[in-house]
């Protein structure tokens, strides 16, 4: 199991007036080459979840374990049976060595990853995180290549400025930028916030081709219909807890949880249960886009596939 | 994370409810105070402990971390140690007591109270600055500046550009200091280490902050401009205020005592008073 959070607790700002809880009691385990998507609404704890998954935060209390590396913050408990802030606080200030090693194995992708861009090149930019991991120049470069190539950038861009090109553009060099370093989780906060159609389209099938190569993902989005069409598990977050820890054919089946906590089913989805509804049997699990439900209408019809 | 220096905190505090330009006054109040001179080093230091009682309180009613203020001056113990180090070796006066002796060299009783005196001088104002702006939000502390500026604008000087440049430039601290937490972090996923590293590391990691922070300030204020044009912001017209200050009986009394702390200043500052010689404690000779 390469990443296993343990009774996490986080709040911002701890002890002043504005301190705000964020993660309460979170116990989750991401299996090796898993696709997991963590939904909920703006606020609910998604991005702070997912800087515990490489220390850029660390847990007020909890635990917190990537492959052999263990983030542990015991609650420190006084003879009197109060907590001990001191003693956590201290437990906060040691040095933590291991942090680098586990940065190189989760790599994250934050909403607007183009805001990390700084090298006066394309090819030096993204081959900043291998050189920081401790490549030599050159196979800091091959490796930029090679992730510059994922992300269908041609050698054209190589040695443009990467302030220069589109918006699009400066995202594939940034995400780029984390696949040269080659993490073995990759990790999205809402990815493709601001891309167009198109896009969208080609950066899930860059994270689908990832996670076929044996990359694991865990993908924060408010977009459903990618969460039917690629993921295996679904994990929804509200007011900083877990509600629920699934599949996306069963999260979309869930009429009750659904219309309490406000989550749309895909259309397509939703088009397939009332075919269902009026005695057409299709088989729910089979559907994950338009292609696949037209190929389940077509089998019940007797149709060619 | 523990309070930042300066930085405002909301609290419920009479501190927090004060008009800002009460709390402007008063600062600068205590500011010449502490910059008069009272005669004697022995009675300057008088004054500034005083002033040092009045500020912990201060501290205390508004909420102000004193610790935070004190863990602020590890940053100038260098500076502390260079002025102790030149005042002893280059005395400005070579008359009165001697403290001690160093292999012969004297070390006398003036250079070390002066050192002292220069300390203190720098904590008071650093305190003082730090309790003014935890208490008062910026955009207050504007709005009083504009509000003591005043009399430039008879003489066609157009102070209210100065404040609304100035409002935007402190509205725009906490964005920026926002984005440069999202850089960090990004940055610190792609393997920078701020903390460690060889010097050159170090540089280069400052580097990947700075451009991204500043691509993205010149980003925003280009934004803003755009957002204030489009809502018709118009620099030479009258400006009304959005929000407008209530004048409590707290004010009243604080503006009086400030008055009356600065009227004794004043005179104390003028007719020198030797508490020491008056209560016969005989001191080292500084001249
Ligand atoms: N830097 C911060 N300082 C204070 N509060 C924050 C900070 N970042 C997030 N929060 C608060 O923590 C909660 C969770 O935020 P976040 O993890 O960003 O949610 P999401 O990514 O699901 O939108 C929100 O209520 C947010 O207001
Ligand atoms: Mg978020």
């Known amino acids: ?240 807890k877990v509600v629920l820890d699934s599949t996306p054919l069963k999260l979309f089946q869930d009429k009750e949880f659904l219309s309490s906590s406000s989550i749309e089913p895909p259309i397509v989805f939703s088009f397939a249960m009332s075919l269902i509804e009026r005695g057409m049997p299709i088989r729910l699990e089979n559907i994950r886009s338009t292609s696949t439900l037209a190929e389940e209408i077509a089998r019940v019809k007797g149709g060619k596939q | 994370m523990n309070t930042k220096l300066g930085k405002y905190t909301s609290f419920n505090t009479l501190l927090h409810h004060m008009d800002a330009r009460v709390k402007l006054i008063t600062m600068i109040i205590f500011m010449v105070s502490v910059f008069l001179d009272y005669g004697t080093t022995y009675m300057n230091l008088v004054v500034d402990l005083f002033l040092f009682l009045i500020l912990v309180i201060l501290c205390i009613i508004g909420k102000v971390s004193v610790g935070t203020i004190f863990r602020a001056l590890k940053a100038i113990w260098l500076m502390i140690f260079i002025i102790l180090i030149i005042n002893v070796f280059f005395p400005a006066t070579k008359t009165g007591d001697i403290a001690f002796s160093i292999n012969d060299f004297p070390v006398y009783w003036s250079s070390i109270m002066n050192v002292i005196f220069i300390f203190a001088r720098l904590v008071l104002v650093l305190m003082m600055t730090n309790i003014f702006t935890c208490v008062t939000k910026p955009l207050e502390l504007t709005n009083a500046l504009e509000f003591l500026l005043f009399p430039l604008s008879l003489i066609r000087i157009p102070i209210h550009k100065f404040a609304m440049a100035l409002s935007l430039a402190l509205r725009f601290v906490p964005t920026l200091q926002e984005e440069a937490d999202r850089i960090i972090k990004a940055q610190a996923s792609r393997g920078v280490d701020y903390k460690q590293g060889k010097i050159k590391d170090k540089v280069k990691s400052i580097v990947s902050l700075i451009i991204p922070l500043f691509v993205s300030a010149f980003t925003s204020s280009g934004q803003l401009a755009d957002a204030m044009e489009a809502r018709g912001y118009d620099p030479n017209a009258k400006r009304t205020k959005y929000k407008t200050t ?28 030797d508490l020491f010689s008056a209560l016969q404690i005989t001191l080292p000779k500084l001249k």
């Open chain 1, 1 to 240: 199991m390469p990443i296993q959070l343990n009774q996490v607790y986080y709040t911002y700002n701890l002890n002043r007036p504005d301190s705000k809880r964020a993660l309460e009691d979170i116990s989750l385990t991401f299996d090796d080459h898993c696709f997991t998507a963590l939904i909920g609404k703006t606020g609910s704890g998604k991005s702070t979840l997912i800087q515990h998954l490489n220390a850029l935060l660390l847990p007020d209390s909890g635990r917190v374990q990537i492959n052999e590396h263990v983030l542990d913050f015991p609650v420190q408990v006084k003879k009197n049976g109060k907590v001990n802030y001191r003693k956590m606080k201290k437990l906060h200030k040691k040095k933590l060595p291991q942090v680098k090693e586990i940065r190189k194995t989760v790599g994250i992708v934050f909403q607007f990853p183009e805001y990390q861009i700084f090298e006066e090149t394309v090819l030096k930019d993204v081959s900043f995180g291998p050189k920081n991991f401790g490549c030599t120049e050159e196979e800091a470069i091959e490796k930029a290549k090679k992730a510059l190539t994922m992300v269908h950038l041609d050698e054209s861009f190589y040695e443009r400025s990467p302030f220069e090109l589109s918006g699009g553009e400066k995202r594939r060099v940034a995400i780029a930028g984390i696949l040269a370093m080659e993490p073995d989780i990759l990790v999205l906060d809402e990815p493709t916030v601001g891309l167009d159609v198109r896009g969208q389209r080609e950066f899930f099938h860059l994270i689908q081709d990832l996670y076929d190569q044996g990359k694991s993902i865990i993908l924060a989005t408010h977009q459903m219909d990618v969460v039917l069409r690629t993921c295996s598990r679904v994990i929804v977050l509200d007011q900083g």
């Open chain 2, 246 to 273: 209530h004048w409590s009986i707290v004010d009243t009394i604080s503006l009086f005592l400030a008055a009356s702390f600065l009227t004794g200043a004043i005179l104390l500052a003028i007719f020198p008073y």
